[in-house]
């Protein structure tokens, strides 16, 4: 019986055994099945929203935050990561304003400028005007702020000149509110990086220095006009003591008289070239154009000028050709130019030597050619020679005054015609000007 028992006592213990063991062992698995079904999203998780928030700091989102309840590793990693957002947003907020505040700076000083200042983007679309640009184009900034500016260029004709491409400066006359302005035009590349990104456009406002230039053109006129009356006594009064029939003059009373003719001759032929230019400069260039018969510009040339020629020995050779037609021209203005030419020859040729002066028909043309065989110019000056009070350095050369050859390029040009310079050094120097042969009836 006992036996019994104690097996009977045994399988109890063990059918218990059995039943803890199995209940720890199902809750175990359902433990492990627990953390293998959440272990991804767990670790997962908080990698995710950390790659969204790079992705916007990437994008200049600045105030993009993670919000993590885990106390780990992770938890430590989205603190971090919206310490470094927070600095970023605080300092894009702060260069934002700083970008802001310079560019109302700008703005203001560029509204406060004289000269009209337009903006393009390398597109050609307008970035910005300033308020002179405003008024000059008869635009509104607000109005025409991203538009294409060669569309705008269509029903503007101030802006379709602005938008030509011209190397030279050009004097630009323009009426806005209410008076008439002149301006000249800069373009400016803006680079970034050797990249052009956009251009401006500078109307620098001239119109002061245009009345001085007014004013001092307009004095020098009333001066020289002025003075040519007295100075043109004094020569027919140093003339006249130099007439025996009005008393003899001793040798040193002769040399102040002649010194005296000189003297007035140097002041009428620079008071004249004064009002040559004053006529030129105000445009008021006045020309009797008719048909002209090219060798009596030559004689009448040569004739004014023989005098000087005897004292330094000169000859003149001739080579006009025969039967050239008439040109039409200003036939005392073409003269005094060649005058000038010649004069010019004697003066920068030796002594005993020739001057060429040549007359021809070349295609539709009639040239007149002015060589002489003194030392001649060098290249870097020749094209500076016909500027205004330009003189080719070295030529010691004290009672000129400078306008001479750019008179003659006005007077020529004037009338229709061109004029040029060739010169080799100790070759001499060739001086022409040439006109279209008039059309035959």
Do not use: C
């Not at 059995?18 to 670790?43: H, M, S, W």
């Not at 703005?107 to 002179?132: H, P």
């Not at 090219?294 to 330094?312: H, N, R, Y």
């Amino acid at each position: 019986m006992a036996i019994f028992r104690k097996n009977s006592t045994a399988k109890k213990t063990s059918e218990d055994a059995k039943l803890v063991l199995t209940i720890i062992f199902t809750i175990l698995t359902l433990i492990a099945f627990t953390f293998i079904y959440n272990l991804p999203g767990i670790i997962s998780g908080p990698i995710t929203s950390l790659s969204e928030g790079i992705t916007e700091i990437a994008n200049k989102n600045y105030t993009k935050r993670i919000y993590l309840k885990q106390h780990d590793e992770f938890g430590d990693l989205a603190n971090a990561f919206n310490v470094m957002a927070g600095k970023l947003d605080e300092y894009e907020s702060s260069n934002l304003a700083k970008i802001k505040f310079e560019k109302s700076r700008i703005e203001t000083i560029i509204n406060q400028m004289r000269d009209g200042i337009i903006g393009l983007d390398d597109k050609r679309n307008i970035l910005f005007l300033n308020a002179v640009a405003e008024k000059l184009l008869g635009l509104k900034e607000t109005d025409i702020v991203g538009k294409y500016a060669p569309d705008l260029a269509l029903k503007n004709d101030l802006m379709r000149t602005l938008l030509q491409d011209r190397q030279e400066k050009e004097e630009l006359k323009i009426y806005a509110d209410n008076k008439q302005s002149y301006f000249n035009r800069d373009v400016l590349n803006v680079k970034n990086s050797d990249q052009v990104i956009g251009k401006v456009i500078v109307l620098r406002n001239i119109t002061p220095f245009h009345e001085l230039n007014e004013a001092k053109t307009n004095f020098i006129a009333t001066v020289s006009h002025e003075l040519k009356t007295p100075i043109s006594s004094i020569k027919m009064s140093a003339q006249l003591l130099n007439d025996e029939r009005i008393g003899a003059l001793n040798n040193e009373q002769k040399e102040l008289s002649i010194s005296i003719q000189d003297d007035a001759e140097r002041l009428l032929k620079i008071t004249g070239e004064l009002l040559n230019m004053a006529q030129v400069e105000t445009g008021n260039i006045q020309l009797k154009m008719q048909g002209t018969d090219p060798e009596s510009i030559v004689q009448q040339s040569l004739s004014a000028v023989q005098f000087q020629a005897q004292q330094k020995n000169i000859q003149f050779q001739q080579k006009i050709q025969q039967g050239l037609p008439p040109i039409n021209a200003d036939a005392e203005k073409t003269t005094w130019v060649l005058i000038n030419f010649i004069t010019n020859a004697i003066k920068f040729s030796p002594e005993q030597s020739k001057i060429e002066i040549s007359v021809f028909e070349k295609g539709d043309s009639v040239n007149f050619v002015v060589r002489d065989y003194g030392k001649g110019i060098d290249e870097k000056y020749q094209p500076k020679i016909f500027d205004r009070y330009f003189k080719v350095p070295g030529t010691h050369e004290r009672s000129g005054t400078g306008l001479g050859l750019a008179i003659s390029k006005e007077f020529i040009e004037a009338q229709g015609g061109s004029i040029w310079v060739q010169s080799k050094v100790n070759e001499g120097s060739s001086f022409g000007f040439a006109f279209k042969k008039m059309a035959q009836s």
